[in-house]
Structure formats: structure tokens, C-alpha cells
């Protein structure tokens, strides 16, 4: 957990903020290397937008989607799996990751959002 300091006090803040619908809201963490819970069914919009230490993500199988802006600006991302359980990829979700030069989408999407890779090195067809 993280600690974040108020009116001189530290108080906890969650790595995953994930709602009662299993969306992942935001990843407050600052590891290298994330390994998404099992209790998580969809990636929010923004979850981790502008993440500066993120290098790879594990997603669990049954995430359903990835949000609008997801990993945008992830300059540093260089790995993930998409597994074939997600259905949706939201628009601008890969904005950005100037590292991510590889990105298997399943067959199983049905939804590749505007810009959905725009700013890398991706070609999607």
C-alpha cells in the first residue's frame, strides 16, 4: 500500500481501487511490473494513465474490457497480453506507450477504439 500524508498524518491508500463491479478505477502502486486481481472484470478509463514505472501487466482471464485512456502515456510499458476475454478496447487506451511495439489482439474483440495505439510504434489491421 501506498502512504500519502495529510494534515500530517499518513493514512493507507490501496494499490487497485477496484469498484463493487470489479472495474479497476485506478492503480495507485509503483511497481515495474503489475499483476491485475482476479476480482477485476474490466480495466476503468484512465486506470493507469501516465503510470511512470510501469514495464508489464498480467491480466487475469475475464477481464471483459479495457477502458477509454487505460494505459495512455505508459511511455515505459513494454508488455502485456491481452487475454481472449476481453470483447472491448476503448479509444486512445494505448496512447502513448512509445515502448510497446508488440500487442496481440484476440480474436474475440469486437471493439478497437479511435487511436486506440496512436503514438506508438503498433500497427493494428
Same mark, same amino acid.
Given at each position: ?34 499483476? $491485475? *486481481? +482476479?476480482? %477485476?472484470?474490466? &480495466?476503468? #478509463?484512465?486506470? =493507469? /494513465?501516465?503510470? @511512470?514505472? !510501469? ?26 497480453? $491481452? *487475454? +481472449?476475454? %476481453?470483447?472491448? &478496447?476503448? #479509444?486512445?487506451? =494505448? /496512447?502513448?506507450? @512509445?515502448? !510497446? ?25
Amino acid at each position: 500500500m501506498k502512504k500519502k500524508k495529510t494534515d500530517g498524518q499518513n493514512t493507507e491508500i490501496p494499490e487497485f481501487l477496484i469498484d463493487d463491479k470489479g472495474i479497476l478505477k485506478k492503480y495507485n502502486g509503483t511497481e515495474l511490473h503489475v499483476m $491485475i *486481481p +482476479d476480482t %477485476v472484470t474490466s &480495466i476503468g #478509463d484512465g486506470a =493507469f /494513465k501516465n503510470n @511512470k514505472n !510501469l514495464i508489464s501487466v498480467t491480466f487475469p482471464e475475464g477481464i471483459n474490457s479495457i477502458g477509454h485512456y487505460a494505459f495512455s502515456g505508459c511511455r515505459k510499458l513494454t508488455s502485456l497480453v $491481452i *487475454p +481472449d476475454s %476481453v470483447k472491448s &478496447i476503448g #479509444d486512445y487506451a =494505448f /496512447k502513448g506507450c @512509445k515502448c !510497446l511495439s508488440n500487442l496481440d489482439v484476440p480474436n474475440n474483440v469486437q471493439r478497437i477504439g479511435k487511436g486506440a495505439c496512436n503514438m506508438t510504434t503498433i500497427i493494428l489491421y
